[in-house]
């Protein structure tokens, strides 16, 4: 019995040092490159021409950032990101939460059918070109609502939903109607409050996409004054790898051009790393939710 339990002991013990090392050198694949966007971000063009450091350039220079941020239309193109990613995911929460409601009622009629079309739309979709000449059929273009509105739903997101909502006890909208509750109310103050996890996960989720989103500007922007700040980058990468072309010969300008790249990865990024820790427990406890209800 004791030999046992001392074999149980020693395969456990191996079994955590196999799994410490293996997430350790995960850890290291993650931080070490991330690391050293950050550092070159902040090193010189003449300490990335010399490319000899990983943790720590020998100069360091705030040039690569004052770079990104000399044009002031920049600022203009935060503001459009922060507005679009803002009220694109309050209206795509609450419009996926109001769907998801009422798919969850078994009494919906066809609720089979809205059911299944919802999941066509999960594996296909129209395409690029007849989504570009919808949008102008609906007089989107150049507008700002066409970062909001094609990004109402997903069904997706709906499941997801409906998992919790399927979860409340039934008591408690009986409850509330014997009280004389409508459906507004009893969606709004029970079945919302209680799916905060659920909310959060879909939030952080469709939060990221909006903030990265860079192909709706690309396809259905011209205006440059609604250029979020990813395309907005964009075009400072081009610009400076247009001048990097015209110093071809000079390491130090490749270097410089370089380095403003790396520093509109970090000034995109900034902003996701900072909410993130914010909605982590409750997009843990969503995700672990919604993948193990039926």
């Known amino acids: 019995m004791e030999r046992k339990t001392m074999k149980k002991d020693t395969d456990s013990r191996v079994f955590d040092i196999i799994n410490v090392v293996i997430l350790t050198l995960f ?70 939460a109001m769907m998801a409601y009422a798919m969850s009622k078994a009494n919906l ?102 903030w990265n989103d860079f192909m709706t500007a690309k396809l259905y922007i011209t205006d440059k004054t609604l250029y979020p700040l990813q395309m907005k980058l964009y075009e400072i990468i081009v610009q400076s790898q247009t001048q990097g072309m015209q110093n071809i010969g000079t390491a130090v300008a490749q270097s410089t051009t370089k380095g403003v790249q790396l520093a509109t990865i970090v000034v995109t990024t900034i902003p996701i790393l900072v909410i993130y820790p914010l909605l982590q427990k409750h997009f843990i406890a969503g995700m672990m939710v919604g993948a193990v209800k039926e």
């Open 109 to 210: 009629k066809g609720r089979k059918l809205y059911s299944a079309m919802g999941i066509i739309t999960m594996f296909f979709s129209g395409g690029m070109i007849p989504m570009y000449l919808l949008l102008r059929e609906l007089d989107m273009l150049n507008s700002f609502w066409v970062y909001i509105i094609p990004a109402l739903l997903s069904y997706y997101d709906v499941i997801i939903l409906m998992n919790f909502f399927r979860d409340v006890p039934p008591s408690l909208e009986e409850s509330a109607m014997m009280d004389g509750a409508g459906q507004w109310r009893i969606f709004l103050q029970i079945y919302l409050p209680l799916s905060k996890p659920a909310l959060a996960t879909i939030a952080l989720f469709n939060g990221v996409n909006q």
């Open 27 to 96: 850890t290291l694949l993650i931080v070490v490159p991330l690391w050293n966007i950050v550092v070159s971000s902040f090193a010189s063009g003449q300490a990335l021409a010399k490319g000899d450091f990983i943790f720590w350039p020998s100069k360091l220079s705030l040039e690569n950032y004052r770079s990104v941020f000399r044009d002031h239309s920049i600022y203009r193109a935060f503001f459009i990101s922060i507005s679009k990613t803002v009220i694109g995911v309050v209206t795509h929460v609450f419009f996926c």
